[in-house]
């Protein structure tokens, strides 16, 4: 399964504006702001790197991402500070879902490569990885949605058990047991890849 990593994000947390809903002129301005440049600091490559996993191309990820910040941006008096982070992966989810539903016209089946730049790092290494993850988002868009996304939490983005239930808003015990399904499932297609699995041979089989 595929390590943690940063991502190529076409469009940066620093260029994200946010309007704050109106009442926040009554109610302490600043402090909003401040909540508002804190939540995109801290939350922003989480969300996009859930969209472009749940099966969103790199610009449809960037122009999703800032519409989730703008939805929570205009909601956050009443968001509950502490709380950012599982309004934003509701949001997220929901935006995503109909995005989905507006590219089902799309050629899904042609994979976007991409890299994260990283010093020294020559082409040959970018398109590996670049390979790598568009192996992984093939893999990812033959799983159900509630399997994908338990196993990019756990593995992409190497929460716990308990943070993926608390972010899907289900028991523990569901959210492991869903855990365990998608590690199966995930494991049951790369073995299905025949020539094309990427560990194929590095043990002598």
């Known amino acids: 399964m595929a390590t943690r990593r940063r991502h190529y994000l076409r469009v940066g947390h620093s260029s994200l504006s946010l309007e704050l809903p109106e009442e926040a002129d009554a ?29 969103l191309d790199p610009a449809d990820a960037d122009d999703a991402a800032q519409q989730v910040f703008m939805t929570a941006a205009q909601k956050l008096p ?8 599982t309004f934003l992966y509701g949001t997220a989810r929901f935006v995503a879902a109909n995005a989905r539903r507006r590219n089902r016209r799309r050629d899904s089946e042609a994979p976007v ?34 399997l994908g ?6 593995e992409v983005e190497q929460l716990e058990v308990k943070e993926i239930a608390e972010l899907e808003g289900i028991p523990v015990g569901t959210a492991a047991s869903r855990l365990r399904r998608a590690r199966e499932r995930f494991q049951a297609l790369l073995g299905g890849l025949g020539a094309r699995h990427p560990f194929r041979g590095h043990d002598g089989t």
């Open 27 to 55: 109610t302490a301005p600043d402090d909003l702001r401040r909540r508002a440049a804190a939540m995109v600091s801290d939350h922003f490559e989480f969300i996009w790197r859930l969209l472009r996993r749940t099966g």
């Open 149 to 154: 996304r338990v196993l990019v939490l756990a």
């Open 78 to 85: 009443r968001i509950a500070p502490g709380s950012e982070r």
């Open 113 to 146: 490569p991409e890299s994260y730049p990283v010093a020294g790092e020559g082409p040959e290494a970018r398109a590996e990885l670049g390979q790598a993850w568009a192996l992984l988002d093939e893999l990812l868009r033959k799983l159900p949605d509630e």
